[in-house]
């Protein structure tokens, strides 16, 4: 019974990551729930509190992944009230785990990529049922990657963790394989927007934004707003070409007609 | 040619504007934006779903649906807690059939500065400040902490989830006569501001680097005055003659690719899997992993 709560709790936490509240998933909330299904809410307060804190240098901030808190949390959890570990050893434990959440989470996003192909379909017969399906099938992939790994820790406790160890030393350049292939498709996203996008009078523009891009990024000052900064460029130029060419407009269509007023 | 070239709406009649009960429901489903999550098109299905009651309303036409469906499958990202800004603009476009190429570049220009911005308020300020109160409260064993901590989080992100939406879809409905009456000049306007800002997207996101330091002798440490190895860091020498090249190369690959060949994004995709993984095989990319195949450099 207490296994299979689990395994729900894990799975709604793994969607709530990226979806829905953004903040269930959160120790602080997560560790208690988890503590009151293996019925010690206590401890679950204890090391939710303590988790947060760690985390707050370690926020999900500009697409970076941190080390996954879902798993964290969750294994910790498990490591602590079941294993009667003491609260930082079952943290410390928990980390091999928290690699393998990353590793779910690098495989569904991968794998999602994949399923745009559904989605496109789905657009093309104006069809929202199949957009709504698409979604949640990536929800379901995910939440039950991070059930999997949930169930594995109750079950085969510190023994396993050794051998996700194990594996996941032999199999690191696969697993950093696709996750630097993962770090490649969104230039796919980027060429099909510039084949929409990219008049043949546009390349200056393109790569003027990638020097601005460039030059706000490495300043250290300036590299949190890069994008902002970027924009107020792109702004200013953009604002300039409407202004000059409604003028153009404007004077052609004055041009003879309104001569003699 | 592929299937996202259509450039108006074959209804160009504005649709009524949508009522409230339709915006609601989309600030509810704009919380799932990253719902299939993924590396190619990150939130676009998401965005898709999240604006779907509006565009079943104002698309009473069935082409124009699939139409406006298909390019607002386009890679798309942006803060999730700020999404309903842009979501306002858009949808205020989509109602007055605004010309697709305008509604892509004012979607593409407007998601990629909000990024920052949520960071710094809500991961920067908002959690650390609540999580400082709180997480003693939870740590000292009081049940009171975290749900203090979900109220005060939760609450604001909804708050600004409402407010962004009504206020840029006002916004956008109030702006929109006037660029109508200049559109073309408009169109060209904003898509330069779009490839603009793809441009920066692909340096900023880029995050492609080579791993390959190759052993070159030795050297004396400036500081511990001893003698260690020395590398030659072939990133360093790429970001010499331009930062981000390699995803810059890459872009443009796939571009020519989808452009020029024709090829799916689906098959660009299976390309740079391959290339990602044959490459870390042999240690070329950057990362904390064991190259398959022994190797001097990584």
């Known amino acids: ?105 690098t495989l569904t996003f991968t794998v999602m990529s994949g399923l745009m192909a559904k989605a496109d379909q789905a657009a093309e017969n104006a069809d929202p049922k199949g957009i709504t399906n698409v979604n949640l099938i990536s929800m379901c992939i995910l939440g039950t990657l991070f059930a999997v790994l949930a169930v594995v820790a109750y079950i085969g406790g510190e023994a396993a963790g050794n051998a996700l160890q194990t594996f996941s030393t032999n199999a690191s350049w696969f ?79 004055n041009g003879g007609a309104s001569d003699g007023i | 040619m592929a299937s996202n070239d259509e450039l108006v709406y074959v209804d160009q009649t504005p649709a009524p504007a949508l009522d409230k009960a339709t915006l609601n429901k989309m600030v509810w489903r704009s919380m799932n934006l990253q719902a299939s999550f993924n590396y190619e098109r990150m939130q676009a299905a998401g965005w898709l779903w999240s604006i779907l009651p509006g565009l079943e309303k104002i698309h009473t036409n069935k082409d124009d649906l699939a139409t406006s469906m298909k390019h607002n499958l386009e890679f798309f990202n942006t803060h999730p807690f700020l999404v309903t800004f842009v979501m306002g603009i858009v949808l205020s476009m989509e109602q007055n059939k605004a010309d697709i190429n305008s509604i892509r570049a004012v979607r593409v220009a407007a998601m990629g500065p909000l990024g920052g911005i949520g960071d710094a308020l809500f991961w920067f300020t908002l959690v650390p400040i609540t999580a400082g109160i709180t997480a003693n409260m939870a740590i000292s064993g009081s049940a009171v902490g975290p749900i203090l901590y979900f109220i005060i989080t939760f609450g604001v992100q909804m708050l600004l989830r409402y407010w962004l939406m009504y206020w840029s879809y006002a916004m956008g409905t109030g702006a929109i006569e006037v660029l109508t009456k200049n559109a ?69 690959m796939c571009y020519a690719l989808i452009k020029k060949k024709q090829w799916s994004p689906t098959k660009c995709i299976v390309l740079l899997l391959v290339i990602g993984i044959v490459g870390c095989a042999f240690g070329i990319w950057s990362g904390t992993y064991t190259a398959l195949v022994p190797v001097p450099w990584h």
């Open chain 1, 1 to 105: 019974m207490q296994v299979i709560l689990l395994a729900i709790v894990t799975f709604i936490f793994a969607i709530d990551q990226f979806s829905l509240t953004e903040l269930l998933y959160r120790p602080i909330i997560a560790c208690p729930i988890i503590g009151a299904i293996l019925g010690d809410v206590k401890t679950g307060l204890v090391i939710g509190g303590t988790y947060e804190l760690m985390m707050v240098g370690n926020m999900p901030v500009g697409g970076a992944q941190p080390p996954n808190a879902v798993l964290g949390g969750v294994v910790a959890m498990i490591f602590a009230v079941k294993s009667q570990l003491p609260v930082d050893q079952a943290l410390g434990l928990a980390v091999v785990f928290s690699i393998f959440g990353q590793y779910a989470v």
């Open chain 1, 175 to 253: 697993m950093g394989g696709l996750g630097a292939a993962g770090g490649m498709m969104r230039y796919v996203g980027f060429a099909v927007l510039l084949k929409i996008m990219l008049a043949d009078d546009m390349w200056g523009i393109y790569l003027a934004g990638f020097a601005a891009a460039a030059l706000f990024g490495n300043v250290t000052a300036t590299s949190g707003a890069t994008l902002i900064l970027v924009a107020f460029i792109g702004a200013a130029i953009a604002i300039y070409d409407y202004n000059a060419n409604v003028k153009i407009k404007e004077l052609k269509g």
């Open chain 2, 184 to 252: 073309r000049e408009f169109t060209h306007a904003a898509a330069m501001l779009g490839v603009f800002v793809v441009g920066a997207l692909t340096c900023n996101y880029g995050a492609t680097k080579l791993g390959m330091k190759i052993p070159n002798g030795t050297k004396i440490d400036a500081t511990t005055k001893e003698t260690v190895a020395n590398y030659i860091d072939l990133q360093a020498l790429l970001d010499g003659i331009l930062p981000a090249l390699i995803p810059l190369a890459l872009t443009l």
